[in-house]
């Protein structure tokens, strides 16, 4: 069974201060992976795109890295305005319509 | 463009009402589906379309009708609302020169009691 599991749930960071977030994942025959954020009361907005191992993506302080069993989000100096709820999906099966998505991480960047 | 656009924003249901959760998009993408978002579940796939008059199920369908007529309007049908189906419903789209990007509408939070 495909399934997409994401650490930590939460996360709490100061203004400044680097982390990671964990995206591990098994399915049978990765046709991509991908990330979205979604703030509170909102619909989750596309971030990246990752299909082969050591794929890398960037945008502002954020990058994906993807290997064959995990994906990383890389945030580098946050500020307030990147905390958000990340959600990390694979694609299972055919068609670009079966995402598998994971419980997601909330992230808190305090000023 | 609006992008994705989901009404109403909030509804109660008492078990056994039925209603129509109305998503549109005017992207001219070809793909539509809805989700389902319940905390600590992530989101999950409840049906979806590839086009015009073209439905299939999802992961959690049980409960559910879909139907597409054109392009711009995919709505979901809850037959007799029960507790279980109390959730936050996302309705998203796709181009289909870029399948996997999916943009999604603002949700529908939907309590039934």
């Given at each position: 069974e495909d399934q997409v599991t994401q650490s930590p749930e939460a996360l709490r960071l100061q203004e400044g201060e680097s982390s990671s977030l964990n995206c591990s994942y098994t399915v049978?025959?990765?046709?991509?992976?991908?990330?979205?954020?979604?703030?509170?009361?909102?619909?989750?907005?596309?971030?990246?795109?990752?299909?082969?191992?050591?794929?890398?993506?960037?945008?502002?302080r954020l990058k994906a890295t993807l290997t064959k069993k995990e994906s990383f989000l890389h945030i580098t100096a946050p500020k307030p305005e990147d905390s958000a709820t990340y959600l990390c999906a694979v694609q299972a099966g055919q068609g670009a319509q079966k995402l598998v998505f994971g419980q997601g991480t909330r992230l808190t960047i305090n000023p | 463009n609006a992008g994705v656009t989901q009404t109403p924003k909030f509804q109660v249901l008492k078990t056994g009402q039925s209603m129509t959760l109305q998503c549109a998009q005017d992207m001219n993408h070809e793909y539509m589906s809805w989700y389902r978002q319940d905390p600590g579940m992530g989101l999950r796939l409840i049906h979806?379309?590839?086009?015009?008059?073209?439905?299939?199920q999802g992961e959690v369908p049980n409960g559910y009708n879909v139907s597409r007529s054109t392009t711009e309007d995919f709505p979901l049908r809850l037959l007799s609302a029960a507790p279980s189906q109390?959730?936050?419903?996302?309705?998203?789209?796709?181009?289909?020169?870029?399948?996997?990007e999916q943009y999604f509408g603002p949700g529908t939070r939907l309590t039934v009691t």
């Open positions: 049978s025959g990765l046709r991509g992976l991908f990330w979205y954020r979604q703030d509170p009361g909102k619909g989750p907005e596309f971030l990246f795109t990752l299909y082969s191992a050591g794929e890398e993506k960037e945008k502002e | 979806y379309s590839v086009g015009a008059g073209i439905t299939d109390t959730s936050v419903y996302f309705c998203a789209s796709t181009p289909w020169s870029e399948a996997y």
